[in-house]
């Protein structure tokens, strides 16, 4: 099956700072999504983006689908951006499933 | 308000028995979708419904068991026969597209 991995694993950031989380996939997809996973477990969708750029904020992504690969910038970062970051893409032909990288781990500190 | 509801939030099991986890959704979405998500790692594919009375195994439901008798709900079963059942549940749904949405899951311990 198709294989996620995402970098880097962990990231600490003081408040303010820019941070670009990596996401690479191993074959064609036709659905990337990019979540956040907040504390209490709840996967908040940021981005549906199989392919091209969008933003949100202080959010954007970034997918170069014949490169096999998605970025996450996060700008101005928060304490309230803190938590997982997940990756999950699904294979053309097999839309309906997810299959999710295992994440980064960001803490923003003061 | 639309959108996923899982219940119970905290599950405790006795070795042995079965418990059944609820998932609803009011967003009229056709598909469904169980997740399981171990301590560190990212979620993997129990089970999926893409229509009312219909559903395949996805890559780790050895010892799980669904039904979907209504589009709205879509019960995951973890039995006795789950060697690891510990974990965090969730369940998602997906309308035409194929962005899926999240429910706030159900944490199982097994006791």
């Known amino acids: 099956g198709i294989q996620v991995e995402q970098s880097p694993p962990d990231l600490i950031l003081q408040e303010g700072a820019n941070s670009t989380l990596r996401c690479n996939f191993s074959?064609?997809?036709?659905?990337l999504q990019w979540f956040h996973q907040n504390p209490w477990g709840q996967l908040i969708n940021l981005f549906y983006i199989p392919s091209g750029t969008k933003q949100n904020g202080r959010l954007s992504a970034t997918t170069v689908a014949t490169e096999r690969y998605s970025l996450l910038y996060i700008s101005s970062s928060q304490t309230t951006d803190s938590g997982v970051y997940f990756c999950?893409?699904?294979?053309?032909?097999?839309?309906?499933?997810?299959?999710f990288g295992t994440g980064t781990r960001l803490q923003v500190t003061l | 308000d639309g959108g996923i509801t899982q219940s119970p939030k905290y599950l405790f099991r006795k070795e042995g028995q079965n418990v059944t986890l609820s998932c609803e959704q009011n967003l009229n979405h056709d598909a469904m979708y169980w997740y399981r998500q171990d301590p560190g790692q990212g979620l993997r594919l129990i089970y999926y419904s893409q229509i009312v009375n219909d559903f395949q195994k996805g890559d780790i439901a050895e010892g799980y068991s669904v039904s979907r008798e209504k589009k709205e709900s879509f019960p995951l079963t973890v039995t006795s026969a789950q060697k690891n059942p510990t974990a965090f549940y969730l369940c998602?749904?997906?309308?035409?597209?194929?962005?899926?949405?999240f429910g706030p899951g159900t944490r199982l311990t097994v006791l």
């Open positions: 074959d064609s997809v036709n659905n």
């Open positions: 999950a893409v699904a294979n053309t032909g097999t839309a309906s499933k997810l299959t």
């Open positions: 998602a749904s997906r309308y035409a597209g194929n962005e899926q949405f």
